[in-house]
């Protein structure tokens, strides 16, 4: 156990400040209060909180689940001090406004903070959806639900849930049966269970807001079928009045807890609303608020999907990066075996980092852990330029790059820093797969991230079925435009950066040249078959870009200053960059290649040929 084997600060720093150029925001109004030194001191607190805090706690929380005493969720005593240490921080709500409490940050560095927290103790991160429910609310929420929820969810005295998924239905939300039926005042009356809801009760806030999907009965009093009916409630555990007290407990019942392969700490519950052993002013049904309109609550909550996804890329980045640190020191430290060329039994063993092919894994992780956190901080600052963009134009551009990276930054770290966290078992040898090595529970954490908040398989259809067609493919076209800067920047430097440049202007035209294939077809269910190896394919491209994007600034650092004393960690960029485009990148003509040529085994396959 080695809270040194988090995060890399000097790295953090290159994404933040030489390329991504987060102190170029400062110029900007929203944030010209702050200045480097603040976003540092900012930086300094979260790998502060996640030293002391957070990672001292992991293991505990990884051992000892939530329990359940059949009226109270029960957490391990040593979550409450560490969540109250980061709510009172103030980084719940660093990337709010002013006048909601917040410290009106960049998302670029509320994103670099919280992965601290995530590398240190994912099961720690209770309050996770919080900020994300806030943000729903004040995006679409009344004046009460404003003014009295969000204030407390953003000082961590409340926190937020998001109920979707129930038994009977999971990514598939018009199939959900929780009804709505409204009251005289204006309140509603849910009833209906709701699955795998992360912090759905817990003994560490004062208060939860569970924001429900559900459906509101027709004029036949019957729920309208599919997407249509469903709306949006913020239902609270327990009932709050309108001078913000607190009354009577809300009619929501945990049926039980789920036990998860990871993320241990945070209870995850199966929740009755309605079924009356909790009634309020003596009636069944637990009482909820609507948010937005009636019949549009899955457009509501859909502000909070896609933050909560962003959200799962940033930790599943964090989690990969950690591993690859943790298996790094291993490999610099374990001496096993001796190089091929030595044949001499009586020589000493050398450390395993010596072995080429425990380097290649290295690399591969080091390429996955810092691609994957380099997109998401991208994706961070694309939110600041939107929230700060001088035109409508330029907020349309950046709205529109920004929906087309979502499914990428939620699932391409799910998938391949998963890869990542394997490698660091098989680095570990027979001591990965045990307890006495961290990198056990880090591969049981990231496991849960391809299912969390969309299976990749919704994630690709998301992407090849909506994002890239969108507005006659107006957000592609943004990206296009994008990675040929980065291109023509590239090719500019020299070697190795323009070869590399020339085969990802190869792969950006092959991507477009099969979705072209894919829809001109006008058979929908075979373009979607293989939608998830498009959203790989189309992710690793992403990816390739975003590594040349960090190629460019590594080596323009090295240009300047070549003897400079940190030069080896650009050399290191750029041979990640490198094995990247050449080990990576290579497999995506393949990939695309077998999407143009219309393959229907999938589509075809018969359930009794298996």
């Known amino acids: 156990m080695n809270p040194d084997l988090l995060l890399v600060r000097r790295d953090l720093d290159f994404m933040l400040y030489e390329w991504l150029d987060a102190a170029g925001l400062l110029g900007r109004e929203r944030y010209a209060e702050h200045s480097r030194e603040t976003f540092d001191a900012v930086l300094d607190l979260a790998e502060k909180l996640a030293r002391e805090q957070f990672y001292p706690i992991n293991r505990i929380l990884d051992t000892q689940e939530p329990t359940f005493d059949g ?52 099961g720690g991160t209770l309050f996770g959806l919080t900020p994300a429910n806030a943000s729903t609310l004040l995006k679409h929420g009344t004046t009460f639900q404003r003014e009295v929820y969000v204030p407390r969810l953003l000082e961590g005295r409340y926190f937020g849930t998001m109920c979707l998924s129930e038994p009977q239905a999971g990514s598939s939300l018009s199939d959900i049966t929780t009804r709505a039926i409204p009251q005289a005042d204006g309140t509603y009356r849910l009833f209906g269970n709701k699955m795998w809801i992360s912090g759905g009760d817990e003994d560490v806030s004062e208060n939860i807001i569970h924001l429900v999907l559900a459906k509101i009965p027709g004029p036949d009093g019957k729920p309208i079928a599919g997407t249509r009916g469903i709306s949006l409630f913020a239902v609270p555990k327990i009932i709050v009045a309108a001078d913000g007290s607190h009354g009577e407990r809300n009619d929501i019942a945990v049926a039980g807890l789920n036990h998860k392969l990871g993320f241990r700490g945070i209870p995850n519950c199966l929740l009755n609303f309605g079924e009356g052993r909790y009634p309020v002013a003596g009636e069944p049904g637990a009482v909820g608020t609507l948010v937005g309109e009636p019949h549009k609550g899955l457009a509501c909550m859909f502000h909070m999907m896609n933050d909560a996804r962003i959200m799962i890329g940033n930790l599943a980045a964090a989690l990969g990066y950690s591993a690859y640190l943790h298996s790094l020191d291993y490999a610099r430290n374990r001496t096993q075996g001796r190089r091929p060329q030595n044949k001499d039994p009586q020589a000493a063993p050398v450390r395993i980092i010596e072995h080429a092919d425990v380097r290649r894994m290295l690399l591969a992780q080091k390429a996955y852990a810092e691609g994957a956190l380099g997109l998401n901080l991208y994706c961070a600052r694309l939110l600041d330029t939107q929230a700060t963009a001088l035109d409508d134009a330029e907020a349309q551009r950046t709205h529109l790059l920004l929906e087309l990276l979502t499914p990428v930054a939620k699932s391409w770290p799910s998938q391949w ?69 980065t291109i023509d920047r590239a090719q500019s430097a020299g070697e190795p950066l323009a070869a590399m440049a020339q085969r990802l202007a190869t792969a950006t035209d092959h991507v477009e040249t099969t979705v072209r294939t894919l829809f001109a077809q006008d058979d929908l269910d075979l373009a979607l078959a293989n939608a998830t190896a498009f959203l790989e394919a189309f992710g690793h491209v992403v990816l390739a870009w975003i590594w040349l994007e960090q190629a460019c600034a590594a080596q323009a650092a090295l240009a300047a200053d070549a003897k400079r004393a ?38 075809d396959m018969q359930e009794s040929w298996f």
């Open 566 to 603: 940190d030069a080896d960690f650009y050399r290191g960029k750029l041979a990640a960059a490198q094995w990247f485009d050449t080990w990576e990148l290579a497999k995506v003509g393949a990939m695309l290649d077998a999407l143009g040529g219309l393959d229907r085994t999938a589509l």
């Open 71 to 122: 009226e109270i969720v029960h957490t391990p005593a040593e979550l409450k001090p560490a969540v109250r240490a980061y709510c009172e921080s103030g980084l719940l709500a660093a990337a709010f406004d002013h006048d909601v409490g917040g410290m009106q940050l960049p998302s670029i560095i509320q994103r670099a903070a919280s992965a601290w927290i995530s590398a240190a103790s994912v």
């Open 417 to 485: 820093c998963l890869e990542g966290n394997s490698l660091a078992i098989q680095i570990h040898g027979g001591y990965g797969y045990t307890r006495d090595f961290q990198v056990e529970q880090l591969w049981r954490d990231q496991r849960l991230n391809p299912i969390h908040e969309g299976t990749h398989g919704i994630q690709g259809l998301d992407l090849l079925g909506r994002k890239i067609r969108m507005h006659d493919g107006a957000a592609f076209k943004a990206w296009r435009v994008k990675v040929a800067a």
